[in-house]
């Protein structure tokens, strides 16, 4: 893989009505709405202090931004090309954010020197003891890293301040691997089920907890993306709370 993509290789795509713009690669990882989601879920305040492990090409580092102002944003990919993009893109859009290239393993040194008021991710989404790898190796990187959930969520309880969030997005049957590796560790957790349409099962969760918290465990009511029971049109079918979120940079409590 190259260290950048040619301009021809990219898009420019719009999030949040337009609020946020994102240079992607048009092969490979795209994102879509769930780092529109996790960015939404991040009860940040202007001033405080946000990492991101594995950013991407920055989609949720920069809808937080838009959201809330004067943050100080940081973000770690392992991926070059994606890296570059996030650089490009925090300046696209006027975001001061420092998007450093490592492995979560082996995070810099001025990163292990800090905590930060939240820490996010929407890290892979699947085991691949029980899945085939993406044919793309930069969706594999970002699907199917080999890491254990359990690491990724080590790595960010490591990073967060005492009071401060953590915050991520995952498959809702993984919810099991995230409760255990936060058990005794974290206190305040929540959870806020993600379904596709009313009547049916959760596919994703958003899960968030705080250092040192001792609010009881909360399971928040689901949040229905589409209208009806299926999809009828070419045209989005958010239901009104979603589309409140998406495209307009509402912020979504857990």
């Given at each position: 893989m190259t260290s950048t993509w040619a301009e021809e290789a990219l898009t420019?795509?719009?999030?949040?009505?337009?609020?946020?713009?994102?240079?992607?690669?048009r092969r490979g990882y795209r994102a879509g709405t769930d780092p529109v989601l996790l960015a939404a879920a991040v009860p940040a305040?202007?001033?405080?202090?946000?990492?991101?492990?594995?950013?991407?090409?920055?989609?949720?580092?920069?809808?937080?931004?838009?959201?809330?102002?004067?943050?100080?944003?940081?973000?770690?990919?392992?991926?070059?090309?994606?890296?570059?993009?996030?650089?490009?893109?925090?300046?696209l859009n006027g975001a001061a954010a420092a998007i450093h290239t490592a492995d979560l393993r082996g995070l810099p040194p001025?990163?292990?020197a800090r905590?930060?008021?939240?820490?996010?991710?929407?890290?892979?989404?699947?085991?691949?003891?029980?899945?085939?790898p993406a044919p793309d190796a930069t969706k594999e990187?970002?699907?199917?890293?080999?890491?254990?959930?359990a690491n990724w969520i080590d790595?960010?309880?490591?990073?967060?301040?005492?009071?401060?969030?953590?915050?991520?997005?995952?498959?809702?049957?993984?919810?099991p691997e995230i409760v255990a590796a936060l058990h005794g560790r974290m206190g305040g957790l929540a959870v806020r089920p993600l379904v596709s349409r009313a009547g049916r099962d959760a596919e994703r969760v958003l899960v968030t907890a705080r250092q040192s918290g001792r609010a009881a465990f909360r399971l928040a009511?689901?949040?229905?993306?589409?209208?009806g029971s299926r999809h009828l049109s070419d045209s989005a079918d958010f239901t009104p709370d979603a589309e409140a979120i998406l495209r307009h940079g509402e912020k979504l409590r857990l």
């Open positions: 420019r795509d719009a999030f949040l009505g337009g609020r946020v713009v994102l240079l992607q690669p305040e202007p001033g405080q202090s946000v990492l991101e492990l594995g950013c991407g090409a920055g989609a949720a580092l920069m809808c937080l931004a838009a959201r809330v102002p004067g943050l100080d944003l940081t973000g770690v990919e392992i991926q070059p090309p994606y890296a570059d993009l996030a650089r490009r893109n925090a300046a001025e990163i292990r905590r930060y008021d939240h820490v996010i991710a929407n890290p892979p989404y699947f085991n691949r003891a029980h899945s085939r990187t970002a699907f199917g890293a080999p890491l254990p959930l790595a960010m309880a490591r990073r967060v301040a005492p009071l401060g969030r953590l915050t991520l997005i995952q498959r809702a049957e993984r919810l009511a689901p949040l229905v993306l589409h209208a």
